[in-house]
């Protein structure tokens, strides 16, 4: 071995006493490997039942997994933490550098409890931790501009990651993105309001240890395996030429895009096609931390300033098939220079993208029905494809300054209680949702998925491995492949894979990558262990409160058909109940 291995160190930093200290945690690492096997377990620890999700008693778990630094696509990291979105079990996963400079600065896992008293942010140098003032960077509503400046002041030492918040954060909007390494984000479930309820603007991380393995042999001919994979395979190769925009196409075609709130399935707009925006955008891709696929696409636009003729800035732009689908088709903006421009405003603000078109989309609908009027807007006229009036909109969602725009803040599921339009608000389990209207099984993975993502149980894949079939799956079945995919990506989620490999990491293969690091599992005891790291995870959500029974299902998914024809309510019932009996059996 080259090094004792810190997996099994987690630190923990108290933001109220400004305190830290390290524990080996090995017994839940040798358990349940890393990642969110590791983080879920840990949640449950420190999170006391009933916490106020944007109160100093709920907890902040950043967690790495076995695999990470070692092994291509391996560059993920887990953050768990309870959601002020669902109000119970929230997970969030984000590339980047994060993985390896949690791991390289010593540590498998961090825990944040508290809340400081004034700003700050942790700055983590392998054992060395410091709270920093950051009252000259709170008030600073740019994601992008607290990352240079941390990183001015930070240095260039050893493996870096910059994880911060924006002015959503500080806000507590309640879908607020923690931006990790500036192209990267934890975008879901609302983790940047739990760093701004915790006066946390930041958190900064450099390592610079090695790291061990068992068998330098086996372990090369493993990683070559992998890398082959990732650089010969078509799927890979589609993820690096176009990344995931490159299904904007098929989606449309097959009448699976959302749009315009999901009144429709397809937009008649070639312009934010992934091929099209590759053409005429595309500046640079981008690799998390040891991947050589590259998926991350930046596009190039020039924005002139406003008082100084001939004179441009260029600003570069991630962009992605999420992002097109919530700030694109179901806003109706069919152009492709006003759709970047509004990723960008978001990406600056640090919001969830694709809730953020969700809580759009649902306006702009609530304004044509006379739902919503100027009056609550303070006279913003909203419309389809409106670019200004989006802009201004999300300005008032951080600045907050009537009951209305309090209220868009806090989530779409506390502006219906007020205002209405629940029939066409599209929120599952208080998430918003993802961009597919593929069919049935998808929608079930939203209401069900553990952390209510579409990457949860595969529902979209499962719908269109479907379609055009004669003979429609029962429910159990469907069910049941819903339950086995979940299980089998706990694994991948505590190793800690990133989804799109997820190809290539099959279980033979994960098996022998986990022997290189001293792991002795077969396929079956992998299996296993997927399922109980799933139920741990229920475990948590049903103790604070979520109900299989009472899942609140928006009417607008009965009413557009997808490509398989209309939903049946009664048929989705079937799945969740099917379902449920898989989680909760003993």
Not at 492 to 515: D, N, P, Q
């Amino acid at each position: 071995m080259l090094d004792k291995d810190p997996l099994r160190n987690v630190l923990y930093v108290d933001l109220t006493r400004k305190r830290f200290r390290v524990e080996d945690r090995g017994d839940l690492f040798e358990k349940y490997l890393g990642g969110a096997g590791v983080a879920s377990k840990l949640l449950f620890e420190e999170c006391p039942k009933g916490a106020d999700p944007l109160g100093p008693e709920n907890p902040i778990i950043f967690a790495v997994g076995p695999l990470n630094g070692l092994f291509p696509l391996a560059s993920k990291t887990v953050a768990c933490f309870k959601s002020p979105l669902t109000r119970n079990y929230g997970e969030s996963h984000a590339g980047g550098r994060s993985s390896i400079s949690i791991r390289l600065a010593g540590y498998g896992a961090i825990v944040i409890k508290g809340a400081s008293g004034n700003p700050v942010y942790l700055s983590i140098r392998g054992p060395k931790v410091q709270f920093r003032d950051a009252s000259a960077l709170w008030g600073v509503r740019s994601t992008v501009t607290v990352g240079r400046v941390i990183m001015e002041l930070e240095g260039g030492e050893g493996f870096r990651s910059i994880m911060r918040i924006g002015g959503a954060g500080e806000k507590l909007v309640s879908y607020a993105s923690l931006n990790a390494d500036t192209y990267r984000h934890f975008g879901r479930l609302g983790l940047g309001a739990v760093f701004g309820s915790k006066k946390l603007k930041a958190l900064f991380i450099s390592g610079k240890r090695s790291l061990p393995f068992l068998d330098s042999g086996n372990y090369r001919e493993v990683y070559d395996e992998i890398y082959s994979y990732a650089v010969k395979s078509p799927l890979m190769r589609k993820y690096h030429e176009l990344g995931t925009a490159v299904n904007v196409s098929p989606l449309n075609e097959m009448g699976a895009l959302p749009t315009r709130n999901l009144m429709n399935t397809k937009f008649e707009a070639d312009e934010i096609y992934g091929e099209n925006l590759a053409e005429k955008y595309l500046g640079r891709r981008v690799a998390c931390i040891h991947c050589p696929v590259a998926c991350i696409h930046l596009a190039t636009l020039r924005e002139k300033y406003e008082f100084e003729p001939y004179f441009y800035k260029t600003v570069m732009i991630s962009y992605d098939y999420e992002l097109i689908y919530a700030l694109g088709s179901m806003l109706c903006i069919g152009d492709a220079e006003d759709m970047l421009r509004l990723m960008d405003a978001v990406e600056i603000y640090g919001l969830d993208a694709m809730y953020t078109g969700v809580i759009l989309s649902w306006l702009t609908e609530a304004m044509e029905r006379k739902i919503i009027g100027e009056k609550e807007t303070l006279g913003i006229k909203v419309e389809w494809g409106d670019l200004d009036s989006y802009l201004k909109i999300l300005r008032n969602i951080i600045t907050q300054p009537n009951e209305f725009y309090v209220k868009l803040a806090k989530g779409l599921d506390e502006a219906v209680k007020e205002y209405g339009g629940e029939d066409f608000a599209l929120t599952f389990g208080g998430n918003g949702m993802p961009g597919y209207h593929t069919g049935i099984v998808a929608h079930a993975t939203y209401l069900t998925g553990a952390r209510h993502s579409h990457l949860d149980s595969a529902g979209y894949g499962i719908d269109q491995k479907m379609m055009g079939k004669e003979e429609r799956s029962s429910s159990e079945d469907l069910a049941k492949r819903m339950f086995e995919e979940e299980s089998w990506r706990q694994i991948l989620s505590s190793l800690v894979i990133c989804f799109f490999s997820r190809g290539i990491y099959e279980s033979e293969l994960v098996k022998r990558a986990l022997e290189v690091v001293g792991f002795n599992l077969s396929e079956d005891e992998l299996f296993r262990l997927g399922e109980e790291i799933l139920r741990n995870k229920y475990e948590f959500k049903i103790r604070e409160g979520f109900d299989f029974n009472k899942l609140s299902v928006p009417k607008r998914i009965f009413e557009t058909p997808t490509p398989s024809g209309l939903i049946d309510e009664e048929e989705l019932k079937s799945i969740i109940t099917k379902y449920e009996e898989l989680i909760t059996r003993e």
